[in-house]
């Protein structure tokens, strides 16, 4: 069984910096890569950022130039920093892993943590 914890979120301010980070635990042999996505309610899950374990990252458009991912596979943890949040960030936010387990690769989410934006 894999599990991931989110930690992070919360109220942030306006204009403020969003920091998450997530931990896989259970069993599996290796993570391909990790991800951060985000759904505001009624709406899809869109993704936010992914980083792969050869250091690879992408991100959404609406993130790109004020986020940065960073994934220490090893430590299987990959952590989200944003920068000037605005309303339109507001969601829960999901922590989301592929991983590798034996010949078995999987996907696997989070539980997700609220991020409110409000002064």
């Known amino acids: 069984q894999v599990h991931l914890v989110e930690s992070g979120g919360g109220l942030v301010q306006p204009g403020g910096i969003l920091n998450l980070s997530c931990v896989a635990s259970g069993s599996f042999d290796s993570i391909n890569f990790m991800s951060w996505y985000r759904q505001v309610s009624g709406k899809q899950r869109e993704l936010v950022a992914s980083i792969t374990r050869f250091g690879s990252a992408n991100y959404a458009d609406s993130a790109r130039g004020r986020t940065a991912i960073y994934g220490d596979f090893a430590k299987k943890m990959v952590n989200l920093q944003m920068n000037s949040l605005e309303p339109e960030d507001a969601a829960v936010y999901y922590c989301?892993?592929?991983?590798?387990?034996?010949?078995?690769?999987?996907?696997?989410w989070g539980q997700g943590t609220q991020v409110t934006v409000s002064s």
């Open positions: 989301n892993a592929d991983l590798w387990s034996g010949p078995n690769r999987g996907t696997y």
